[in-house]
């Protein structure tokens, strides 16, 4: 394993090319996003993705696991049921802490098929944007809490080291059945104003 300082989300062009070396290699990547740490790997790499299950301590059939895209417009290639409105309202969203749930396009590998949908997530701290610039597809990611960072630092392939990341959660958006029919599962640090038009007035909201 190899550790790697990033300052003010800001890595090193080395580290970046590790860390892609790692993952095209079927390795998995702890690095900093703009909510929390994450330990992901290529959503191509079905081994890879075993090993993410294993170090989650979840079945593969079980994950909650989201999908880092490297742009808004990326969404059509690997979801199902993106229409003009609900892109508009994701171009709204994106990139920004909102991981939003869909069904899942067949693009999407099949050993990622377990629920058919899919959380999707499109982020502009700078370590996603240079991860994803470099790959030649989207990383499938799970969080880590703070308090198990070390634990997971040890497991993985690289680390990339911010330092302490506040304990922020993304809100979670559920629009696998439609637009109509939006549902705020949690929410975090993305704000909601925006999205009250299209809840029902009784849509109970998970405070973080």
Known sequence: MARWEVREGIPHKRAILRAQRALEGGGIVLYPT?????????????????????????????NLFSVFLPSVSAIGTYALGVDT??????????????????????????????????GFRVSAYPVVEALLEALSC??????????????????????LDAGPLP?????????SEGLAALRVLRQG????ENLLPFLPSTEPLQET
């Open 34 to 62: 703009d909510t929390t740490y994450a330990i992901g790997c290529l959503i191509s790499q079905k081994a890879a993705f075993e090993r993410l299950c294993r170090l989650k301590g979840v079945r593969p059939d079980k």
């Open 85 to 118: 409105p609900t892109y508009r309202l994701l171009r709204r969203l994106w990139p920004g802490p909102y991981t939003v749930i869909l069904r899942a396009g067949p693009a999407i590998p099949r050993h990622l098929w377990y629920r058919k949908t899919i």
């Open 138 to 159: 989207p990383i499938v990611t799970a969080s880590v809490p703070l308090e198990s960072w070390a634990s997971y630092a040890a497991q993985v392939d690289e680390v």
């Open 167 to 175: 304990p922020n959660q993304t809100t979670v958006l559920d629009l």
């Open 189 to 192: 640090s993305g704000p909601i």
